[in-house]
């Protein structure tokens, strides 16, 4: 392998890794407010995906099909919580996720009824003119991904580490019972939670369509890379589970380079089992999120 | 009810409960429980483990629902009220084992406890936490400092320091001194003691009868969920504390459900 070939697909495997670091952090968010890992992430990932193909072939300019794509599946992923997340409250958590993958399961449904079942596409935000970098080409939507993934990173650590309400949400996440009797409402923080984390999710999904086709049942594989990737980053940790996101894309990356594409989507299984049997806290998990 | 009250610095009451009954599914903890706490009183319950007197305090909080029975706050209901409402008018609570955000620093830990206020008239936070930390300096020195990294006695200044974010009508304290050495304790009771004379309401619990009855202006003895007897601290005090506290309650262990040890109730010889 050359070094242009080497470069070539490290650029592929951080595109890959920014959707699911995107996907990863939409895990972490969620589990850190409840404790819950939501099977429907991937799902949200696609219904961001498909909705922005959708209001793209509706008529909706590409950057207003963008942003519709991450409104609808801001209510969605609201109306998710309300509807099947909060009426388990008192039932405890494994009651909510057993209720993910309901939600999962109707979402891909859903989305089958409105889109079919053929992969559809979506044209690059900014054209496809590559651009050269060291002899290795870049698309420019490679450079929409990571740098949009760059700016909610930001964005997200400016909000728990620079606003009251972001530090409520991390109080939460450590002593929920502490947190109300502080004046905190558990219930808007699980809510706010479910809403960031499917806009997120949105955003990731809205981004690859242009990359690799979407379809109804594109959800399952990018949740699955995407729980990997917070699990490598040991699931309770925002950064963290951004560089697990990146780790894998590089990783698959490397091995479709060295060894061969087929065995790109076994990479996210291996690592799975992998830290789940070698290190089930992660790489960076010295701290397992306590809860009550 | 005993007339008897040290001093008694306003009769105008702050906090009223009656016939209040509560527990956990079908089983009854709190039995019919009176208590009237005046301002600028300093109230304490008294009682061994597992006597519900933490279950008093989530009750008056909010965090567990009472099944029957009057909580007042300066005559408005509070049964009913949602855990951060109850918060929200000025009922603050010093959780017991003081339940701090570990990971969070101590700065974010002090404005967590302003939250409640959030986008309400009052003094700005910052000034508020000046406050705190002139009252306890050591925690201005380690404002920046992991919440969990602090001493036992640290941890309970800024669980108390806290609170007092939250401008507190009445401060609810549960099992401040659980744990410390008595010099840490006494150190936070001066605290607690000038806050009172500044105006501060205290509902303070312990299972230590001697340091809490050496606080407060009024006590009472909390048995299997009622209370069994109130009186001025300084004749509570005076009175045989152990034949009090041993001839209704019975057997009592040093040792928490979690395993910690607790600061023993009545030291012999002390
Ligand atoms: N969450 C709960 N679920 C069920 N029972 C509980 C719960 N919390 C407390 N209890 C029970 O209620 C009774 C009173 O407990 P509570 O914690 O109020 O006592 P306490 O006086 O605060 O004791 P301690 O001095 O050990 O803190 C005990 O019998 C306890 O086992
Ligand atoms: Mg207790």
């Known amino acids: ?292 | 009810m005993n007339a008897f009250v040290d001093t008694p610095p306003s009769h105008d009451t702050v906090l009223r409960l009656r016939g209040l009954r509560a527990g956990y599914g079908a089983v009854e903890v709190l039995r019919d429980v009176d208590l009237d706490v005046a301002h600028g009183e300093i109230v304490t319950i008294i009682g061994v483990n597992g006597s519900g007197k933490s279950t008093l305090l989530k009750t008056i909080s909010g965090v567990v629902k009472p099944w029957e029975g009057v909580i007042e706050l300066k005559g408005e209901n509070l049964v009913g009220l949602g855990v951060e409402q109850v918060v929200a008018r000025g009922v603050v609570q010093v959780p017991e084992g003081r339940q701090l955000f570990g990971p969070l620093t101590v700065q974010e830990n002090l404005e967590l406890g302003s939250y409640s206020r959030r986008g309400k008239r009052g003094r700005p936070a910052a000034d508020k936490m000046e406050e705190v930390f002139e009252l306890f300096p050591r925690l201005q020195e380690r404002r920046l400092q992991h919440a969990a990294t602090l001493s036992g006695g640290e941890q309970q200044m800024l669980a108390v320091g806290r609170a007092l974010m939250a401008e507190p009508r009445v401060l609810l304290l549960d099992e401040p001194s659980m744990g410390l050495a008595p010099l840490v304790v006494k150190e936070i009771f001066r605290t607690l003691r000038e806050l009172n004379e500044r105006g501060l309401t205290l509902l303070l619990v312990e299972q230590d009868a001697r340091i809490a009855l050496s606080l407060a202006h009024r006590g009472l003895v909390m048995e299997r969920g009622r209370i069994v007897m109130e009186d001025g601290a300084a004749s509570l005090l005076a009175a045989d504390i152990q034949s009090i506290y041993f001839g209704h309650g019975g057997g009592r262990t040093d040792v928490t459900e979690d395993g910690h040890e607790k600061y023993p109730v009545v030291r012999e010889g002390d």
């Open chain 1, 1 to 292: 392998m050359t070094g242009q070939q080497f470069l070539q697909y490290i650029f592929s495997g951080i595109t890959n890794g920014s959707i699911y670091a995107l996907t990863a952090l939409g895990f972490t968010l969620v589990y850190n407010a409840t404790g819950i890992i939501n099977f429907a992430q991937g799902e949200l990932v696609m219904l961001g995906g498909l909705s922005a193909i959708g209001l793209y072939r509706a008529g909706l300019p590409l950057p207003l099909a963008f942003v519709g794509a991450l409104i609808i599946v801001l209510i969605v992923a609201v109306m998710f919580e309300q509807l099947a997340i909060r009426p388990l409250m008192a039932k405890g958590v494994l009651a909510q996720v057993i209720a993910t993958v309901g939600a999962s399961l109707a979402l891909r449904t859903a989305a089958m009824m409105i889109w079919g079942r053929e992969a559809l596409p979506l044209p690059p935000f900014s054209g496809d003119t590559p651009i050269r970098v060291l002899g290795a080409s870049l698309t420019p939507q490679t450079l929409w991904v990571v740098g949009t993934t760059i700016v909610i990173v930001l964005a997200l650590q400016f909000f728990y580490k620079r606003t009251l309400t972001g530090k409520a949400v991390r109080a939460c996440a450590v002593n929920p019972l502490a947190a109300r009797l502080m004046g905190v409402s558990y219930a808007s923080v699980v809510l706010l939670s479910f809403a960031v984390s499917g806009v997120i999710s949105a955003a990731g999904g809205a981004m690859v369509a242009p990359i690799s086709f979407m379809s109804y049942s594109s959800g399952a594989l990018l949740g699955l890379k995407g729980f990997a990737a917070a699990t490598l980053g040991g699931l309770g940790n925002p950064l963290a589970a951004v560089f697990g996101g990146l780790t894998l894309g590089i990783l698959e990356g490397l091995a479709v380079g060295l060894v061969s594409s087929g065995y790109k989507d076994a990479i996210a299984f291996v690592i799975l089992l992998l830290v789940l049997f070698v290190r089930p806290q992660g790489l960076f998990g010295g701290r397992v999120v306590e809860r009550e």
